[in-house]
Every structure is written in C-alpha cells, then in structure tokens.
C-alpha cells in the first residue's frame, strides 16, 4: 500500500502491475493469513491482487534480488515493442561463413 501511496503523490493514478524478483515471489506465496469470509488461507500474492487498481503480480527473473517496482501500465510509463523478429544472419570469419541467431 505504501507504493501505491507513493505513486499517486508522484501523479501516477494507476492501473498498475506489480513486478516482483523471483526471490520475493517466494515469500508472496508463503505469507499465508486467514480470510475472515471464506475462512480459508490466503497467500499475500492472492491479496496484492484484490487491492483497487493493482491489475497483476508479474514475477520478473531480469529483475535484481530484493526489488519489487509498481509500474502505473500507461504509455507514458511504460511501453511494450515489439522488435526485430528472430533473424538469421550470416557473418565472415576467420574459418569461413557462421550463421547466428538475432532478435531484440
């Protein structure tokens, strides 16, 4: 909640998605805490993503150990590309022609 706090007052009014590194997803599925409605456990990644306007959890493996960043899913914050298709491309060497793989 306090992320989200901190986004609003930096003018960010959300929706937003959750990205968590791989070690912190680990503790999100292991806080467990007792749902007084349905009386069944439920684990901290299950309540992040009941809170208004926090549209998913995504576990990133680029991220660094201990980070977590709430990211307001606007294109003025964020913008998915998509970039140049896997392509194969013929490079010289010293023994001749080699063949790679490129993509972005």
């Known amino acids: ?3 989200k706090k901190i ?7 959300g929706k937003w998605i959750l990205f968590v590194s791989q070690d912190i997803e680990n503790r999100l599925d292991e806080d467990y805490a007792l749902d007084a409605n349905t009386k069944a456990y439920v ?3 299950d309540r992040i993503k009941k809170i208004n306007s ?3 959890v995504v576990v ?3 991220l660094p150990n ?6 307001q ?3 003025d914050t964020i913008e998915l590309i ?3 298709e896997l392509t194969i491309v013929q490079l010289m060497n010293a023994g001749g022609l080699n063949f790679e793989m490129l993509c972005l």
């Open 54 to 56: 926090i549209l998913d």
């Open 66 to 71: 201990k980070t977590v960043a709430l990211v």
């Open 82 to 84: 998509k970039g140049l």
């Open 7 to 13: 986004s609003i007052k930096d003018k960010h009014f």
């Open 1 to 3: 909640m306090e992320l």
């Open 60 to 62: 990133s493996d680029f």
């Open 43 to 45: 684990p901290l990644m």
């Open 73 to 75: 899913m606007t294109n």
